[in-house]
């Protein structure tokens, strides 16, 4: 009889699809170190003054100038100084260190960078709880387009990359 091996297949099926899933909540450890946590090596992280003389002197590729160029920021610094980020559209990445999709993001945006006039802010999903609420984030790997006051003026999930995202934005 077929069934019992058929059985076991979708089984195994559904087990690996939920365990490569996100979206789901549940916690899983996280082999990555915890410095992962923070914006990825390769991006900018730094404000507008700070990349122009960063590149002079360090000679920097395009991903890693100024926001014009696209930026990489967290929400301490992009709150620290929003009118930094004027003229490009800013999107709130909400991040969460053990899901593998964002892990995955993350990466693609380390090797590929910010696409030009995108300033992305990470935001810990796990954490940044009034952040969601404000916004109507219900799961990890979303991202939220904001105006220069904050309004709210796109949302959705899982761009694998700066230039998926940038192609999001209105």
Do not use: N
Not at 44 to 65: L, M, N, W
Not at 131 to 148: A, D
């Amino acid at each position: 009889m077929r069934t019992r091996p058929m059985a076991l297949a979708v089984a195994s099926l559904a087990a690996a699809l939920t365990l490569a899933a996100c979206g789901t909540g549940t916690a899983t450890s996280d082999p990555t170190p915890a410095a992962s946590d923070g914006p990825s090596a390769g991006v900018s992280t730094s404000s507008p003054a700070e990349s122009s003389s960063a590149e002079s002197s360090a000679g920097a590729t395009a991903e890693s100038s100024a926001p014009a160029d696209g930026a990489y920021v967290t929400r301490a610094e992009y709150e620290a100084d929003p009118a930094a980020y004027e003229g490009s559209k800013v999107v709130y990445f909400f991040h969460a260190s053990w899901c593998s999709s964002c892990r995955a993001t993350e990466k693609a945006i380390a090797e590929t960078g910010v696409p030009a006039g995108l300033t992305l802010v990470k935001a810990d999903y796990d954490s940044d709880t009034e952040l969601r609420q404000r916004y109507g984030v219900t799961t990890q790997h979303t991202f939220v387009q904001v105006g220069p006051d904050g309004e709210r003026l796109g949302i959705w999930t899982g761009s694998p990359d700066g230039a998926a995202i940038l192609a999001e934005t209105v």
